[in-house]
């Protein structure tokens, strides 16, 4: 089992930046990658960025060229930072470890994006 505990969010006007932090513990050897995700009011769970243990990145449309995913493997920590955020980017963001069976969600944290 590995646990995620997400930090990080907040309150920001448009415009501004964010940068999330999660860290993971117990079984982090089994992880093959770790994400980011979102859910606004009302709407799916979708994905922001991944990061393999390779350091391969995936990212979502919506955020490609404002959004960076990066890990500290000495930490076990992965960081999403956020530039030029906008109103549309006010979700409940999620930390995810990939790994067999199921994975692991963090608890998620609050970010708030005022026009």
């Known amino acids: 089992q590995v646990q995620l505990v997400e930090s990080g969010g907040g309150f920001v006007q448009a415009g501004g930046s964010l940068r999330l932090s999660c860290a993971a513990s117990?079984?982090?050897?089994?992880?093959?990658?770790m994400g980011w995700y979102r859910q606004a009011p009302r709407k799916q769970r979708e994905l922001v960025a991944t990061?393999?243990?390779?350091?391969?990145?995936l990212y979502a449309d919506s955020v490609k060229g404002r959004f960076t995913i990066s890990r500290d493997n000495a930490k076990n920590t992965v960081y999403l930072q956020m530039n030029s955020l906008k109103p549309e980017d006010t979700a409940v963001y999620y930390c995810?470890?990939?790994?067999?069976?199921?994975?692991?969600w963090g608890q998620g944290t609050q970010v708030t994006v005022s026009s």
């Open positions: 995810n470890a990939d790994y067999r069976p199921f994975g692991s």
């Open positions: 117990g079984s982090v050897f089994t992880i093959r990658a």
């Open positions: 990061i393999t243990t390779g350091g391969s990145t």
